[in-house]
T-cell receptor, first 116, second 113 residues
Framework: GESVGLHLPTLSVQEGDNSIINCAYS??????FIWYKQESGKGPQFIID?????DKRQGQRVTVLLNKTVKHLSLQIAATQPGDSAVYFC???????????????FGKGTLLTVNP | DSGVTQTPKHLITATGQRVTLRCSPRSGDLSVYWYQQSLDQGLQFLIQYYNGEERAKGNILERFSAQQFPDLHSELNLSSLELGDSALYFC????????????FGPGTRLTVT
């Protein structure tokens, strides 16, 4: 498959600008879509999620948009800060109650670099 | 700090050997997940346990096995190690009704020489 790491898509922005990170997903049956942030040397960290019956959800400085027609997910970060520099992964999961299948299928990741 | 702990942080071993990676979930989380992160395959789901029972399986090799104990900690066993098994191995945990919100540990970096 396509390589992560050295061949990650990259996005470079200036501090204070807005950032938009895009992701294409594959499984129409997925019920939850999630964005994770991974800083160097750390595990992925949950940012925001959206359920399949929604098309927009806002958090603190972040907005996730879901377009099921074209299977596209995006993460918007407002007023990007140097601390936002990281690899951002989209993920999808079928979900399910009672502790059933919540395996996450991750996208390839986008490296965001924020220049001061 | 996510509240998920993993040991060891680094592991260097030779081909053919067997290792055990350990994970303690966040207090109260019943679900534990294992993921492998490598440069060529990205983040790949391996296996999920819920309250001691296997719930979902991903691209986990037959040489790999896992279990979740009554105290909810989990172990991932990797045997007959090959060079290609070198990767970061993450454990994550979640609550029952929001399993898509997973809290990841710091990972174990495995190097097979």
């Amino acid at each position: 498959g396509e390589s992560v790491g050295l061949h990650l898509p990259t996005l470079s922005v200036q501090e204070g600008d807005n950032s938009i990170i895009n992701c294409a997903y594959s499984n129409s049956a997925s019920d939850y879509f999630i964005w994770y942030k991974q800083e160097s040397g750390k595990g992925p960290q949950f940012i925001i999620d959206i359920r399949s019956n929604m098309d927009k959800r806002q958090g603190q400085r972040v907005t996730v948009l879901l377009n099921k027609t074209v299977k596209h997910l995006s993460l918007q970060i407002a007023a990007t800060q140097p601390g936002d520099s990281a690899v951002y992964f989209c993920a999808e999961t079928p979900g399910g109650g009672g502790g059933s299948n919540y395996k996450l299928t991750f996208g390839k990741g986008t490296l965001l670099t924020v220049n001061p | 700090d996510s509240g998920v702990t993993q040991t060891p942080k680094h592991l260097i071993t030779a081909t053919g050997q067997r290792v055990t990676l350990r994970c303690s979930p966040r207090s109260g989380d019943l679900s534990v997940y294992w993921y492998q992160q490598s440069l060529d395959q990205g983040l790949q789901f391996l296996i999920q346990y819920y309250n001691g029972e296997e719930r979902a399986k991903g691209n986990i090799l037959e040489r790999f096995s896992a279990q979740q104990f009554p105290d909810l900690h989990s172990e991932l066993n990797l045997s007959s190690l090959e060079l290609g098994d070198s990767a970061l191995y993450f454990c994550a945990s979640s609550v029952v009704d929001r399993g898509h919100v997973q809290y990841f540990g710091p990972g174990t970096r495995l190097t097979v020489t």
